[in-house]
C-alpha cells in the first residue's frame, strides 16, 4: 500500500513522447494504449499528486525531419506544434475516460478546442486536482517539446520534470544495440551534456540546470512505475537534484 505521507514529489510535469501514443502502430495514435497512459496518470491523481502534461507530435509529424528533408524549417515546426495539439485531443479525451478532469492549454491560440497558455489559470486548474496538457510548444519555432516540458515545469513550480521512455532510465549507450551499456542511477546536469547522452536536447537540460529542476526518466510502460516515483523509490535515472552522479 502507498503511504501518502512518503510522497517526494507534489506537482509534477510529464513530457510524453509522440512516438510513443503510438503504441504498436507505425503511425497515429493507439486508443488503447492512451487509456493506459490516462489510468497510470490517474493513479498519481488519486495520490494527490497535482499533474500536467507535455507531449510530442513525433507520431504524426517530426518537424526537424521534415526540414532535414527540404521543408521551410519555421512552416514544419508549426506543423510540428499542430500534431501536438492532435494527441493533446486524444489525450484528453483518454483521460476523461477514466474519470479524470482534464484541460488543455496552447502557446497558439486556437480558442474552440482549448484555453490559451496563462500560467495563473493553469495553476489553479493544478489547484482543482485537474490534469493540465499544455500543448504546441512554446508556440515559437526552433524550440522542442523537451525544452516546452522544461519551461513550462519551471513556470509552474513543478517539483520535478518526468520523463516517460521505453527503457528503464538513462544508459551510457543504446542498450537496445550495446548489451555492455551502463545504466546510471543519478547524474549531474553537466555530466549529460558532457557524455552526449541525448536524454532531452541541451536547451533543455540547461534550462533545467539553471532552474535547479529535477529531471526523472523512466519506463512508462511498466505499470505502477510513476507511482512508485512518486513514493520515493528508486526507479530509472535522476538528473540533477539533491541526487549525487554515478560515474
Given at each position: 500500500m502507498i503511504n501518502v505521507m512518503s510522497l517526494q514529489y507534489n506537482r509534477i510535469l510529464l513530457k510524453l513522447s509522440g512516438e510513443a501514443i503510438k503504441g504498436g502502430r507505425d503511425y497515429g495514435i493507439d486508443p488503447q494504449y492512451l487509456v493506459y497512459i490516462a489510468k497510470e496518470i490517474?493513479?498519481?491523481i488519486d495520490l494527490g499528486v497535482q499533474i500536467a502534461i507535455v507531449i510530442g507530435g513525433g507520431n504524426i509529424f517530426r518537424g526537424l525531419a521534415a526540414s532535414e528533408n527540404g521543408m521551410d524549417r519555421v512552416a514544419a515546426d508549426y506543423t510540428g506544434m499542430l500534431a501536438t495539439v492532435m494527441n493533446s485531443l486524444a489525450l484528453k479525451?483518454?483521460?476523461g475516460k477514466v474519470g479524470i478532469d482534464a484541460r488543455i492549454q496552447t502557446a497558439i491560440d486556437m480558442k474552440e478546442i482549448a484555453e490559451p497558455f496563462i500560467l495563473d489559470r493553469a495553476r489553479s486548474h493544478l489547484n482543482k486536482s485537474r490534469v493540465l496538457i499544455f500543448a504546441a510548444g512554446t508556440g515559437n519555432p526552433y524550440f522542442t517539446t523537451d525544452t516546452t516540458a522544461a519551461?513550462?515545469?519551471t513556470e509552474i513550480g513543478a517539483d520535478g520534470l518526468f520523463k516517460a521512455?521505453?527503457?528503464d532510465g538513462?544508459?551510457?549507450s543504446d542498450p537496445m544495440i550495446d548489451s555492455n551499456a551502463t545504466r546510471y542511477e543519478s547524474l549531474s546536469?553537466?555530466?549529460v551534456l558532457k557524455k552526449e547522452l541525448?536524454?532531452?536536447d541541451s536547451t533543455a537540460i540547461s534550462l533545467s540546470k539553471d532552474n535547479e529542476m529535477p529531471i526523472v526518466v523512466f519506463d512508462m510502460n511498466q505499470p505502477g512505475n510513476l507511482v512508485k516515483i512518486l513514493n520515493g523509490q528508486p526507479i530509472g535515472t535522476v538528473i540533477g537534484g539533491k541526487?549525487?552522479?554515478v560515474i
Amino acid at each position: 500500500m502507498i503511504n501518502v505521507m512518503s510522497l517526494q514529489y507534489n506537482r509534477i510535469l510529464l513530457k510524453l513522447s509522440g512516438e510513443a501514443i503510438k503504441g504498436g502502430r507505425d503511425y497515429g495514435i493507439d486508443p488503447q494504449y492512451l487509456v493506459y497512459i490516462a489510468k497510470e496518470i490517474k493513479s498519481g491523481i488519486d495520490l494527490g499528486v497535482q499533474i500536467a502534461i507535455v507531449i510530442g507530435g513525433g507520431n504524426i509529424f517530426r518537424g526537424l525531419a521534415a526540414s532535414e528533408n527540404g521543408m521551410d524549417r519555421v512552416a514544419a515546426d508549426y506543423t510540428g506544434m499542430l500534431a501536438t495539439v492532435m494527441n493533446s485531443l486524444a489525450l484528453k479525451d483518454a483521460l476523461g475516460k477514466v474519470g479524470i478532469d482534464a484541460r488543455i492549454q496552447t502557446a497558439i491560440d486556437m480558442k474552440e478546442i482549448a484555453e490559451p497558455f496563462i500560467l495563473d489559470r493553469a495553476r489553479s486548474h493544478l489547484n482543482k486536482s485537474r490534469v493540465l496538457i499544455f500543448a504546441a510548444g512554446t508556440g515559437n519555432p526552433y524550440f522542442t517539446t523537451d525544452t516546452t516540458a522544461a519551461l513550462r515545469a519551471t513556470e509552474i513550480g513543478a517539483d520535478g520534470l518526468f520523463k516517460a521512455t521505453k527503457v528503464d532510465g538513462v544508459y551510457s549507450s543504446d542498450p537496445m544495440i550495446d548489451s555492455n551499456a551502463t545504466r546510471y542511477e543519478s547524474l549531474s546536469y553537466m555530466e549529460v551534456l558532457k557524455k552526449e547522452l541525448h536524454v532531452m536536447d541541451s536547451t533543455a537540460i540547461s534550462l533545467s540546470k539553471d532552474n535547479e529542476m529535477p529531471i526523472v526518466v523512466f519506463d512508462m510502460n511498466q505499470p505502477g512505475n510513476l507511482v512508485k516515483i512518486l513514493n520515493g523509490q528508486p526507479i530509472g535515472t535522476v538528473i540533477g537534484g539533491k541526487q549525487n552522479a554515478v560515474i
